[in-house]
């Protein structure tokens, strides 16, 4: 048997590490490709009439939402932002991107909350993000204490702050067979007037906790006795690259003979 000689194996051993080297370039890109962007646009807001609190048992301190681990919407050094899809680990990049309020599509549900007397907005943000499965879905912690506009350009003017209360929680976008959005918000009354009409004057606090399977392009409502959400998701297609502009046949080099 005639034995192959060390430098033919190191040569061998080289290609094999450079093959490997760029499938796992292609695998990552393919895997980028795949990894879909979605548009989140979220409303909240409050009822001013407390009737249907009076009419039902709610706990005064319910926990917290948990948001130790979330990604702040608010606090970009928080983020996990990516320069680049091509960059794929086994944990997902997030990707966020606020957008301003140009790109908000539900402004007439804004608008008629805002001349509703029976609801308070309380605000109106967007954003865009990868989302992955489950396992592997990001939670944005969103508050409503941190919250200021994107964009002032905006066709309607930002609510005034007409209430004392916050909001404060998480929101969380998962993507499997379908969409799924799992809202984890309290509501918190700053003011410390009561609620209930025995009078009791201390801050409450009321939480809602719901996830839903939810069609995209389709706004949802999530109800509460005392506050609520809009939500919509939109797919996120990025433009096209620009075509390379043709060079008229005038500026092309004549051949000579």
């Keep these: 048997m005639e034995l192959i000689h060390q430098p033919v194996i190191k040569e061998i051993m080289n290609k094999i590490i450079s093959l490997v080297f760029i499938f796992s370039i292609c695998f990552n890109l393919v895997s980028a490709e795949e990894i879909p962007q979605y548009d989140i646009e979220i409303i909240l807001f409050e009822h001013k009439n407390n009737t249907?609190?009076?009419?039902?048992?709610?706990?005064?301190?319910?926990?917290?939402?948990?948001?130790?681990?979330?990604?702040?919407l608010f606090r970009s050094e928080h983020a996990v932002y990516s320069s680049s899809l091509n960059r794929v680990s086994s944990e997902i990049p997030l990707n966020l991107l606020v957008l301003d309020s140009k790109s908000y599509q539900m402004s007439d549900e804004m608008e008629k909350l805002m001349n509703s007397e029976y609801y308070n907005p309380l605000f109106h943000v967007a954003w865009r993000?990868?989302?992955?499965?489950?396992?592997?879905?990001?939670?944005?912690?969103?508050?409503?204490?941190?919250?200021?506009?994107?964009?002032?350009?905006?066709?309607?003017?930002?609510?005034?702050?007409?209430?004392?209360?916050?909001?404060?929680?998480?929101?969380?976008?998962?993507?499997?067979?379908?969409?799924h959005l799992n809202a984890d918000l309290a509501y918190i009354n700053t003011d410390g007037n009561s609620f209930f009409s025995s009078g009791e004057e201390m801050p409450v606090v009321f939480r809602m906790t719901?996830?839903?399977?939810?069609?995209?392009?389709?706004?949802?409502?999530?109800?509460?006795?005392?506050?609520?959400?809009?939500?919509?998701i939109t797919p996120y297609e990025p433009p096209p690259a620009p075509k390379p502009e043709s060079i008229p046949e005038k500026d092309l080099p004549v051949k000579t003979n």
């Design 210 to 232: 719901e996830s839903r399977r939810m069609r995209s392009k389709e706004i949802h409502y999530f109800d509460h006795p005392k506050f609520g959400m809009l939500a919509l």
């Design 129 to 179: 993000q990868n989302v992955s499965s489950p396992e592997g879905a990001h939670a944005i912690r969103i508050t409503t204490d941190r919250f200021e506009p994107v964009a002032v350009d905006n066709t309607l003017p930002p609510p005034e702050k007409t209430s004392t209360s916050t909001v404060d929680g998480t929101i969380t976008v998962s993507l499997k067979r379908y969409l």
């Design 52 to 72: 249907s609190i009076d009419s039902e048992v709610w706990p005064l301190s319910p926990e917290m939402p948990n948001t130790d681990t979330a990604t702040d």
